[in-house]
């Protein structure tokens, strides 16, 4: 079975360009630091990541968090209502 990257069975061809066959770097930018810079790194990327988070507004977060306490308390009811269900059912054919 083939799609448009290549078969499952083959890998993709190599390209035929020789400057491609190039010895790829080790590591990169990460290969050079020690584990303090690695993980300086890793706090500068987090940091950045959460700069670019659109935050809700305070009304955006009231509705969201009253329409989960409503979800879970008409699931809480839900599964009240089956288990008592069953413990009925149960009461009945077990006596």
């Known amino acids: 079975m ?3 990257v290549g078969s499952i069975d083959m890998p993709d061809a190599e390209d ?4 491609s066959k190039k010895k790829a770097r080790k590591g990169g930018k990460r290969g ?3 584990p303090l810079g690695r993980l300086a790194l890793f706090y500068r990327q987090i940091v950045a990541e959460l ?4 935050w809700p507004t305070r009304n955006q977060l009231t509705t969201y968090t009253t329409v989960v306490i409503i979800f879970v ?3 809480i009811g839900i599964v009240l ?5 069953f413990q009925e059912v149960v009461k009945y054919v077990f006596g």
């Open 32 to 34: 050079k630091k020690g």
């Open 2 to 4: 083939t799609d448009a």
């Open 73 to 75: 308390v008409i699931m």
């Open 81 to 85: 209502a089956l288990d008592f269900g």
């Open 51 to 54: 700069r670019k988070v659109v």
């Open 16 to 19: 035929e360009n020789p400057e």
